[in-house]
Structure formats: C-alpha cells, structure tokens
C-alpha cells in the first residue's frame, strides 16, 4: 500500500494501473475510519483491481458553526486499517494541494434533492460535498465509486451530478453498518459521553418503530413521523433536527407512503448531530 500527498502523483500513478488494464475502485473518505468505512472498502475490492481512499477533511463542507476543526483525525490508525482490508493506494493530501490559493469554483446539485433534510439545515454542506467529489472523481478517475447508505442524501445528490453531468464513473451504494445496539457507526461517535452513547441506539429503534407500523399498513407520513418524534423526545438528552419522509425520486416530502420513500432523521444528542435513515418499501 503506497500513502500519496499530491495530484500529480496519483495521477502518474493512476494512468500507469489503467495502461495494465486494471480496473479502479475509489472510496473517498474523511477519515477516522470504522467498520462503516471498511465494508466499503471490502465492497471496492470485489468490485475492483486497484482499490484507492482517499481521507481528507474537507473544510468547503462544514458551516461556520460546526466541528471542522475538532473532527477527529486519527491517519496512523487508518492507515493500518486500510492496509489490513486490501487498499492499495491512500490519497490523504493537505489542504492546501486541494484548494491552493486563488481556487474560486463551486459544484451545486440544484433542485429539490438538495433543498430538504440536511440541505436545508446544512446550508452549503452539498455544494461542499459535491465541489470535493468532482475533484477527488477527476484526481482518482475511477471506473466505480462506493458510498454509503448511511449518508443517503448524499449518495442521491452524487448519483445525480455523475447523471446530469456524463461523469464516466460508476456509483454503488452500500448498506449501513451499525452497532451491535443498532446504532449506525459515524466517526462523530467519538464525540458521545458515556451518558449519550447509551441513549444514542434510540433514533434506530425509533426508525424501527416506524418502519414496522409501515409494514402494519400505516401510510400516512405524519403518523409515521409521529411514531419517531415520539420515541426521540421520549429522552431528554435528544433535540431533533428533523424527521422527514420524502419521495426518493422527486425528494419532496410527502403525505403518504404509496411510492418508494425514504424516512430519514438527523438528531442533537447533546452537541453531536446524528444521521440516520431507513428506505420505506416493502
Ligand atoms: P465520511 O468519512 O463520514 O465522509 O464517510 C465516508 C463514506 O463512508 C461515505 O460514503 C459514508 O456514507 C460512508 N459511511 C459512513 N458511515 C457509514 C456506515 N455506518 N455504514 C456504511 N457506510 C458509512
């Protein structure tokens, strides 16, 4: 495995594995990597020959108030971790190779897809993200790419600008893999309390609640969002950013589940904001 801090680099590189046919598979990360990170990893390495992360905390995604600087950054751990699960390459350049002086251009999914949920509480964060993907897409040019489901806004905006903007790139989306209590690991579980990492399995369980009253028939999305809300604020220690359902196609909120939708929740516990989501089909 070979550690790589510049363009140009990766790109020599690149184009030499491409001129022997192998196929490349890319996982951009920012690092702090969990079993979460690793099932993408393991996803890449079936489906490709030449396996790169790249781990970066990119700063154009955070907002002003939030955790950019003390997002945990933990590179001698990861490095070991990816070496163990087959990666080949680690992209982990510094800030300045990514934006240097003088950089001014932005990429922006429009419409609805990043108008709700956390594009509406994070303002910026998807321009962020899909700015750094674009540049991590044409750095790496892989012939396929793996997110994960966890961050299922995220991965629909990035399938969308791959589409509308003929990005030559595969992408997968992989599964979300959770704590033995059900909780979905996130690097920003480091941030929990003993007192909050015990609570934290209750906006799963609350998804869980909700998605079995779907299965029981119940359709209408205020009944079901109740059912969540609910379960949430029965601790205290929670404050909700939202819950919502929204239509997977069109991403506007809807009134009743009679189309694939995604039920998706984003929580303070504490000073930590966490993510879920569970797709309502059956
Ligand atoms: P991050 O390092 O948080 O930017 O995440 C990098 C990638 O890992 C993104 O595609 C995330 O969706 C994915 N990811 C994060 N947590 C999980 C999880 N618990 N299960 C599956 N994928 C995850």
Known sequence: MIVVE???EVR?????KKKSGLKIGFVPTMGCLHRGHVSLL???SKLSDYVVVSIFV???QFGPNEDYEKYPRTFEQDKIMCEKHNVHMVFHPSVKEIYPEGFSTFVEVEGQIGKVLCG???KGHFRGVATIVTKLFNIVEPDIAIFGQKDAQQA???KKMVKDMNIPIEIVVSETIREKDGLAMSSRNNYLSKEERAVAPIIKQALDEAYSAFLNNEI???SLKKIVE???SSCPLFKIDYVEIVDTVTFFPVEEVVKPSLLAVAAYLGKTRLIDNVFLTK
């Open 12 to 16: 020599e590189i690149i184009r030499e």
């Open 58 to 60: 990119n700063p154009i």
């Open 42 to 44: 393991d996803v890449a």
């Open 6 to 8: 510049t363009v140009k």
């Open 220 to 222: 209408k999305a205020s």
């Open 120 to 122: 509406a509480k994070r």
């Open 230 to 232: 609910k379960k949430i």
């Open 156 to 158: 629909f905006i990035i």
